[in-house]
């Protein structure tokens, strides 16, 4: 896994394959592990990169900080890619990471050809309800758990119980204060009326039993794009689609890429 | 509408959630460290696991007295978060329909305590259902 230094700070990354690039973003309390049941069908025909985000996975912290704000999410993904000397890349977000993309979308378009939007909004549930009383500042006694129980309760039906229970405990690995800085980012997260600025093609995804980033919050958000938009919700499926059903996921993505172009030169 | 009326708590619903606790090994996990008394209310009814070297006992009505911590909320909160086919502790709390009562900085830290109360809960009201 190489690095690459991005105003001082060491983002950790995975990169295979050539092609129109694609770079994956992982959601909340998750690194680029999320993805490793969907790369594999990109790398033929594609440049593909598989980011952590600042104080996620093996990547170090953004000046020294978890991050909390999506558009500071944003501006690092613009800058890895320029780091990189990539772009425009299709970028394939999941969650908290759908905002980021939106986002990036807006602050850096000479960045991003399309987005793939799974199970994200530009206006998370909680910004729209708030958070009951003083909940976030509870939550800090116990982050870790909190997270293992949402994400536990957020995956659909297709899975056994023990490989639920395995996908939920993957958010333990991430430090506690960095899973409070992804839910101050989440929770905070409200351009929802700019996204009519928002040009580039959008395929959004959203899994039926999704009670955090509803297949509702996720349509709406896709009839606020100013652009072209799709919209698939997955049955019986939760908030990880790329861990819940891979198989599905994958060829969706690829045929989206093809209907709007994004393909090798050979390939048109 | 079950024989059980319009009651989310009662008598045969605490035999129900003792024995789906008592067969968890999640939960077992959970209690390992853990002892005390857990309430649950809602305005009419109330509940309570009390959590001991020998197991769990449920009952319902709550006994007089002190608790660790809890949950509060209406009969329909208590229904949502034990039938809603999207319901979870989580998502219960974070709409605000369920309150941390008791100890509160104490359930969070005993936040994988509670869920495996609730999702006993879930199961066993599913098992009555069936």
Same mark, same amino acid.
């Given at each position: 896994?190489?690095?690459?230094?991005?105003?001082?700070?060491?983002?950790?990354?995975?990169?295979?394959?050539?092609?129109?690039?694609?770079?994956?973003?992982?959601?909340?309390?998750?690194?680029?592990?999320?993805?490793?049941?969907?790369?594999?069908?990109?790398?033929?025909?594609?440049?593909?990169?598989?980011?952590?985000?600042?104080?996620?996975?093996?990547?170090?912290?953004?000046?020294?900080?978890?991050?909390?704000?999506?558009?500071?999410?944003?501006?690092?993904?613009?800058?890895?890619?320029?780091?990189?000397?990539?772009?425009?890349?299709?970028?394939?977000?999941?969650?908290?990471?759908?905002?980021?993309?939106?986002?990036?979308?807006?602050?850096?378009?000479?960045?991003?050809?399309?987005?793939?939007?799974?199970?994200?909004?530009?206006?998370?549930?909680?910004?729209?309800?708030?958070?009951?009383?003083?909940?976030?500042?509870?939550?800090?006694?116990?982050? !870790?758990?909190?997270?293992?129980?949402?994400?536990?309760?957020?995956?659909?039906?297709?899975? %056994?119980?023990?490989?639920?229970?395995?996908?939920?405990?993957?958010?333990?690995?991430?430090?506690?204060?960095?899973?409070?800085?992804?839910?101050?980012?989440?929770?905070?997260?409200?351009?929802?009326?700019?996204?009519?600025?928002? %040009?580039?093609?959008?395929?959004?995804?959203?899994?039926?039993?999704?009670?955090?980033?509803?297949?509702?919050?996720?349509?709406? !958000?896709?009839?606020?794009?100013?652009?072209?938009?799709?919209?698939?919700?997955?049955?019986?499926?939760?908030?990880?689609?790329?861990?819940?059903?891979?198989?599905?996921?994958?060829?969706?993505?690829?045929?989206?890429?093809?209907?709007?172009?994004?393909?090798?030169?050979?390939?048109? | 509408?079950?024989?059980?009326?319009?009651?989310?708590?009662?008598?045969?619903?605490?035999?129900?959630?003792?024995?789906?606790?008592?067969?968890?090994?999640?939960?077992?996990?959970?209690?390992?460290?853990?002892?005390?008394?857990?309430?649950?209310?809602?305005?009419?009814?109330?509940?309570?696991?009390?959590?001991?070297?020998?197991?769990?006992?449920?009952?319902?009505?709550?006994?007089?007295?002190?608790?660790?911590?809890?949950?509060?909320?209406?009969?329909?909160?208590?229904?949502?978060?034990?039938?809603?086919?999207?319901?979870?502790?989580?998502?219960?709390?974070?709409?605000?329909?369920?309150?941390?009562?008791?100890?509160?900085?104490?359930?969070?830290?005993?936040?994988?305590?509670?869920?495996?109360?609730?999702?006993?809960?879930?199961?066993?009201?599913?098992?009555?259902?069936?």
């Amino acid at each position: 896994m190489p690095y690459a230094m991005v105003d001082g700070c060491r983002i950790a990354y995975d990169r295979e394959g050539s092609g129109p690039p694609v770079l994956f973003l992982h959601g909340a309390a998750q690194d680029g592990t999320v993805w490793r049941e969907v790369v594999g069908g990109f790398t033929g025909g594609y440049d593909v990169i598989v980011m952590d985000h600042p104080g996620h996975g093996k990547s170090a912290l953004w000046q020294g900080e978890p991050m909390a704000d999506v558009s500071v999410f944003a501006h690092v993904v613009g800058r890895f890619l320029q780091e990189l000397g990539v772009g425009p890349a299709a970028l394939v977000a999941h969650s908290l990471s759908g905002a980021v993309a939106l986002r990036a979308a807006l602050d850096v378009p000479e960045l991003v050809s399309a987005v793939v939007n799974i199970a994200g909004s530009a206006r998370s549930a909680e910004a729209a309800i708030g958070y009951p009383g003083d909940l976030l500042d509870l939550v800090q006694v116990n982050p !870790t758990d909190w997270m293992v129980t949402n994400f536990r309760s957020l995956i659909g039906t297709q899975l %056994s119980e023990e490989r639920r229970w395995e996908l939920a405990y993957d958010s333990k690995r991430v430090p506690p204060e960095v899973i409070m800085g992804d839910l101050h980012a989440y929770t905070s997260c409200t351009f929802y009326e700019e996204l009519g600025g928002v %040009s580039v093609p959008v395929l959004n995804v959203a899994g039926e039993h999704d009670w955090s980033c509803s297949p509702e919050r996720v349509r709406s !958000t896709a009839q606020a794009l100013g652009g072209p938009h799709e919209l698939v919700v997955f049955d019986g499926v939760g908030h990880l689609p790329q861990l819940e059903v891979p198989e599905q996921l994958t060829p969706l993505i690829r045929a989206f890429f093809a209907r709007i172009g994004h393909v090798a030169e050979e390939s048109r | 509408m079950s024989s059980e009326g319009d009651a989310v708590f009662g008598p045969r619903w605490a035999q129900r959630l003792e024995r789906a606790l008592a067969a968890d090994a999640r939960y077992r996990v959970q209690t390992r460290w853990f002892r005390g008394v857990v309430r649950l209310d809602s305005p009419q009814e109330s509940a309570q696991i009390e959590v001991g070297e020998e197991g769990s006992r449920v009952r319902s009505p709550a006994a007089a007295g002190s608790f660790a911590f809890g949950l509060s909320g209406p009969a329909q909160s208590w229904r949502e978060l034990f039938e809603g086919p999207r319901a979870s502790l989580n998502s219960s709390v974070r709409r605000g329909d369920l309150v941390l009562t008791g100890d509160r900085a104490a359930l969070l830290k005993w936040w994988l305590l509670m869920y495996q109360i609730a999702e006993a809960a879930r199961r066993a009201a599913s098992e009555r259902q069936a």
